[in-house]
């Protein structure tokens, strides 16, 4: 699977931004799915998961309410829409597939695959 993640940029606080996960391989409906961003200095850090039915969401705490996330199995593509930006969301995103946890998860780790990663920078 490869998976190439757009939609990164430069937006000021209070704004938005959607986030695309296009990837290749005709199961992507089998694969559960995560959003991971990694802030300067810091470790990455996990952000959003869906199911690969995409009836089942996950957030981290700091993003609920703000982001969400999305998919659609007949355009191999998942999305994390983002709104109410802060300048502490600033941090390079990247999206993630896990062949054998379908369910989608928290734990970077489980995930095989990985997306190049795209920029987000919120400006205060």
């Known amino acids: 699977v490869q998976l190439q993640a757009s939609g990164g940029g430069l937006v000021q606080a209070g704004g938005s931004l959607r986030l695309s996960c296009a990837a290749s391989g005709r199961t992507f409906s089998l694969y559960g799915m995560g959003w991971f961003r990694q802030a300067p200095g810091k470790e990455r850090e996990f952000v959003a998961t869906?199911?690969?039915?995409?009836?089942?969401?996950y957030y981290e705490d700091s993003v609920k309410g703000r982001f969400t996330i999305s998919r659609d199995n007949a355009k191999n593509t998942v999305y994390l829409q983002m709104n109410s930006l802060k300048p502490e969301d600033t941090a390079v995103y990247y999206c993630a597939a896990a062949n054998r946890y379908s369910g989608g998860s928290a734990s970077e780790r489980l995930y095989e695959y990985w997306g190049q990663g795209t920029l987000v920078t919120v400006s205060s």
């Open positions: 869906i199911s690969g039915s995409g009836g089942s969401t």
